[in-house]
């Protein structure tokens, strides 16, 4: 008897070693090296990839960001402002009321099949109001020139890029809006345009954040 509850104090004392060892080690120990050498190695990532403007952060270059007009009175979503270039679509799992920026808390797709009739409305509805958002005197948009990602969301639904193509479809009406040039704004798209990841991961894009930025500055300096 004795022998036996010997034996069980010991390994009770064994493991509670084993425990706090482990705590100490995978809890403390490793998140702070971890920690320090992605502080030391890459900053602004384990920051969180922040964008800032006028010394201020205004959001992340992970995460997009909606360009809307003020709520009006009767209406269940804000018209966006034109003046900006626009992101991707937002339809996903959910909304909230915090992050009013962008619409979306949860991140993740729609999960609408390709024949399901909301998202083939949705689409349909999106693509209707590129078309008339971005057509302008003497330059009408065809409803085949506009991409997908400018009538989809993404997979996350929180995409904060979108193709070279849908910023390009977006020149005219922006210069228009902020009576710029078409070429400066043209030239602006081009300087924001990021090529593949290591040449051949990923697509040409545009972060939307970064290039409103770099329109700000262009229309309030010019």
């Not at 809890?27 to 006028?54: C, H, M, R, W």
């Not at 962008?102 to 729609?110: D, E, F, H, M």
């Not at 590129?130 to 989809?152: L, M």
Request: charged residues 20%.
């Amino acid at each position: 008897m004795n022998n036996s509850a010997g034996n069980t104090v010991r390994l009770l004392w064994a493991g509670l070693r084993a425990l706090l060892v482990l705590t100490i080690v995978c809890g403390v120990i490793y998140p702070l090296a971890v920690t320090g050498v992605a502080q030391g190695i890459f900053p602004d990532k384990a920051n969180g990839s922040e964008i800032t403007a006028n010394g201020k952060v205004v959001g992340s270059e992970l995460i997009g960001q909606r360009y809307d007009l003020p709520l009006k009175k009767g209406e269940e979503t804000p018209a966006p402002d034109l003046k900006w270039f626009q992101p991707r679509p937002s339809n996903g799992l959910g909304t909230n009321s915090v992050n009013t920026q962008y619409k979306l808390i949860l991140s993740g797709a729609t999960n609408r099949s390709g024949d399901n009739k909301d998202l083939i409305d949705w689409v349909t509805a999106a693509k209707a109001a590129v078309v008339k958002d971005n057509s302008v005197p003497g330059h009408p948009v065809s409803p085949s020139a506009v991409p997908a990602d400018a009538v989809t969301s993404s997979g996350s639904g929180l995409d904060p890029d979108i193709s070279p193509q849908y910023a390009q479809l977006q020149v005219r009406r922006v210069a228009e809006r902020n009576h710029l040039g078409v070429d400066r704004v043209e030239k602006l798209v081009e300087q924001h345009t990021d090529g593949r990841t290591l040449g051949f991961v990923g697509e040409p894009r545009v972060n939307v954040l970064q290039l409103n930025i770099a329109l700000k500055e262009l229309v309030n300096g010019g």
